[in-house]
């Protein structure tokens, strides 16, 4: 069971590792890009596997009777974007193991890879847990660690832990096949729960230091993206870095969210009298480009404040 991208690699791995996939539960095909009705990443995958698909709205109500009558040894999820009732939880023998892009209990909920890009972690990892009834509050069969590089994004971090999640789960189905799974509880006082991410989450924030920008950048790449305005328009800022100490600038003051121009860098004031340097950006109906490249084309930005 899975939907987007990021569960591809799991299914791939379970196909290829030789298991019986007895069918594929994905989200409803959806209007799309112009309206035009197009098929989710999974079920394009598994149509070209030539396996079974099924697709309901809401799987608890429609698809219950049809799945038990597959008569499956276990349910695997990724990304499905569905929540399951205690009938589906308990339909096979050995219960339903799902995928999930952080170290649970931390970052439980849908975003987990953009929250720990914009909170600055340094490792995060893939957790296969036993799912219960509860949001991504069930006993952990393993957990895989990846480190978080410098300057990753969310979208470069989200291929790598979706190839991660897939070494993942044909693991766990090994243990479990083999009677050696152990089921560790989570400690609920060590859980936190971040929400979903929508259009306007990547409004940016100059209040905040430079550093927690970055990293909110970067946690926001390829979606939302960070975002704020210049002259009204939607100014979309893709990579910054932070103004080192000992970098000339000149420091008179600036308001937070005025934009600096220190010796053909392209800065925004922030929080903690700190400077963000931007590196690439988009303007409303312009192409990505490099901040030396947007600098070029416009007169002096010096003084000019960004607005949300």
Not at 82 to 89: G, N, S
Not at 202 to 216: E, I, M, N, T
Request: hydrophobic share 40%; proline share 5%.
């Amino acid at each position: 069971m899975g939907t987007p991208d990021f569960a591809v690699p799991s299914l791939n791995a379970v196909y290829d590792a030789g298991y019986d996939i007895v069918g594929v539960v994905t989200q409803p095909d959806r209007a799309r890009n112009r309206g035009v009705v197009s098929f989710c990443p999974v079920k394009q995958r598994a149509t070209e596997l030539g396996l079974k698909v099924f697709q309901y709205e809401k799987v608890r109500l429609e698809g219950a009777d049809e799945l038990e009558a597959l008569n499956a040894d276990v349910m695997v999820t990724c990304a499905y974007g569905q929540i399951l009732d205690k009938r589906l939880l308990d339909m096979t023998p050995y219960g339903v193991l799902n995928v999930h892009a952080s170290l649970l209990p931390k970052y439980r909920g849908s975003s987990p890879i953009q929250w720990a890009v914009i909170n600055g972690e340094t490792k995060t990892g893939i957790t296969v847990m036993k799912t219960a009834l509860g949001v991504d509050t069930g006993d952990i069969v393993l957990q895989k660690e990846v480190d978080v590089l410098p300057e990753e994004t969310a979208g470069e971090l989200f291929d790598r832990l979706a190839v991660k999640g897939g070494e993942a789960i044909v693991d766990a189905l090994r243990l479990v096949e083999s009677g050696k799974a152990v089921f560790t509880p989570q400690n609920e006082d060590e859980a936190t729960w971040y929400p979903m991410f929508t259009k306007d989450s990547g409004k940016l924030d100059f209040s905040k230091p430079a550093k927690q920008l970055v990293d909110f950048i970067r946690g926001t790449n390829p979606w939302p993206s960070a975002f704020c305005r210049l002259d009204g328009k939607l100014f979309k800022i893709w990579k910054a870095r932070k103004l080192g100490a000992d970098e000339p600038s000149n420091r008179r003051f600036y308001a937070q969210g005025e934009m600096a121009t220190f010796f053909g860098k392209l800065c925004v004031a922030c929080g903690a009298g700190e400077f963000l340097v931007l590196q690439e950006v988009q303007l409303e109906g312009g192409k990505r480009m490099t901040a030396d490249e947007f600098m070029r084309g416009r007169a002096n930005l010096n003084g000019v404040q960004l607005t949300q």
